[in-house]
């Protein structure tokens, strides 16, 4: 079973800096697809980004609203994806999800709480 753990979150100030870390064990295979959601109090899950292994390359995607201060990667050797968030606002405030899209059910963390604060 593919297990998800996220890192990386805390407080910051406006303007700050976060990277995010979800490392997935579980699995021997390459998982293809990973990302992010958020969820903000009182308010729906949100999706963020995914990050897609192609034949040569990687694919990324964003919530237009993020594309400018967010950028998501991967390092397949570690099966972990990342979520580099500048220039922080306190809107960003949320916990936020990683996932993995699975041949069966997608799996999920735990989430990591972060919070944009002066």
């Known amino acids: 079973q593919v297990q998800l753990v996220e890192s990386g979150g805390g407080l910051v100030q406006p303007g700050g800096s976060l990277r995010l870390s979800c490392a997935a064990s579980?699995?021997?295979?390459?998982?293809?697809?990973m990302g992010w959601y958020r969820q903000a109090p009182g308010k729906q899950r949100e999706w963020v980004a995914t990050?897609?292994?192609?034949?040569?390359?990687?694919?990324?995607t964003y919530e237009d609203s993020l594309k400018d201060r967010f950028t998501i990667s991967r390092d397949d050797a570690k099966n972990t994806v990342y979520l580099q968030m500048n220039s922080l606002k306190p809107d960003d405030t949320a916990i936020y999800y990683c996932?993995?899209?699975?041949?069966?059910?997608?799996?999920w963390g735990q989430g990591t709480q972060v919070t944009v604060s002066s």
């Open positions: 996932f993995a899209n699975l041949p069966g059910p997608d799996a």
């Open positions: 579980g699995t021997d295979s390459r998982i293809l697809t």
């Open positions: 990050i897609t292994r192609g034949y040569s390359t990687t694919y990324a």
